[in-house]
Each structure stands twice: as C-alpha cells, then as structure tokens.
C-alpha cells in the first residue's frame, strides 16, 4: 500500500492569491495525479504529474492556472495560481501503485474569500 | 470512452439494515480495474477494494462484500448490518491498465441512522 501526506489540509485565501499544495508519497509509485472534487460533486482530474516534465493536463485545466511539479518519483506540488471564489474544493492527490492500485491522500480543503 | 454509473445518489438506512450500493460500468478495455473509495465527511478518499477484470470471483471483507459481475458490467457494493460509521460517499471507478485516466462515478451518499 502507498501512504500519501498532503498540505495544507485546510486553508482559506485570499482572491488574487496563489496556493501551493504539497504531496509526499512514502513509497515509490508509477503515477501520481492531481483531482479536484467541488462540493458535492465527483471528483474531476485536473492532470497527471510526470516525474521531471510537465505535467499533462485534461481539458478545461491549463498550466497558468494550475501549475504542477514532479521533480521525483514520490513528491509532487500543485499550485492554484490567481484564486477566484470558484476554485473552492477539495484538491486530492492520487498515486498509482506498482500493483495498480491508486491511493489518495486526505485532501487539501481550499477556500477563496 | 469510459462510464461509471451509480444511480443511487442518496440512500438511507436504519442501523442493521443491509444496504447495497450499486455500480455499472462501460469500457471497450478488455483489462481494467475496478475500485470501491469511501469519503467520511473529513474527506479523505479511503480506498476499499480493487478487482481486475479477469478475477469475477465476489469478495467479503467483514460486513463488506462486493459483487463483480461482468456480463452485466455490475460491481456492487454490500455493507451488512449497517453502523453509523458507515455513513459516507462511497464511489466507485474504472480505471484502465495501462496507467491511463481513472473514470469516478458521481458517489452515493449513504446516511445510517441509528
């Protein structure tokens, strides 16, 4: 199994501000991904980390807005630049283990006021 | 393309009652894999199972047990003698094997009273 640590958990920004999101794996993984989930909806993939290139994006997701480091195989940061009121959720990280599991970490709560 | 359904958007049960959560899927993989995420209201994803498309054998895991199907691209999910604890998102997703894009359901929300 594949333990997964992110931070912050909780934070409230500010609109026009920037967050960078931390996330630790504590084994190696084939894959990590970054999801946003809004309230009360399902979760949504923003895009895949690459470990040492740039991340590759879904549509609706850029990577002004949504800039994402890999610089190894187990550590990963997503920034939500420029927040508006609209970028409130919950942002998961997700790592794909060996055994083609995929494990989450406990999510980063983000609120913009 | 990919498809998760669960059409079950909110269930609610008194504590005991068995519940079943349903799952239907669509791929034109002939791999895949299916998992089972519980979201508590601290919202973390806990993960639950996973089952690869070529082991149809159902799975218990103490009041849990699951229920593949692939003729009829059904994975449900049945908690026996529901607790309060149980109460949660549950989501169930397909994800392909070749470390493509996971697919999630929209989740159905259990509440267990007691």
């Known amino acids: 199994s594949a333990v997964i640590s992110q931070k912050p958990s909780r934070d409230i920004c500010q609109r026009g501000t920037s967050l960078t999101i931390q996330c630790q794996v504590d084994?190696?993984?084939?894959?990590m991904f970054w999801y946003r989930q809004q309230p009360g909806q399902s979760l949504t993939l923003i895009a895949t980390a690459n470990q040492g290139s740039e991340a590759t994006y879904e549509s609706g997701f850029v990577i002004d807005k949504f800039p994402i480091s890999r610089p190894n195989l187990t550590f990963s940061t997503l920034t939500v630049s420029n927040m508006s009121p609209e970028d409130s959720s919950i942002y998961l990280c997700s790592a794909r283990s060996s055994g083609n599991t995929i494990y989450f970490g406990e999510g980063s709560w983000l609120t913009v006021v | 393309a990919q498809k998760v359904t669960q059409a079950q958007t909110e269930i609610s049960v008194v504590e005991k009652e068995d519940v079943t959560l349903d799952c239907v899927y669509e791929?034109?993989?002939?791999?895949?894999?299916l998992f089972w995420y519980k979201q508590p209201p601290s919202g973390e994803l806990v993960f639950l199972i996973r089952r690869n498309s070529f082991d149809e054998q159902n799975e218990i895991s103490g009041r849990y047990s699951w229920n593949f199907q692939k003729s009829t691209s059904s994975f449900n999910f049945t908690i026996t003698a529901s607790q309060v604890v149980d109460s949660a998102v549950y989501f169930c997703a397909l994800s392909p094997p070749n470390a493509g894009k996971s697919t999630f359901g929209d989740g159905t929300t259990l509440t267990v009273k007691p």
């Open positions: 084994s190696q993984v084939t894959m």
């Open positions: 791929t034109r993989d002939t791999t895949y894999y």
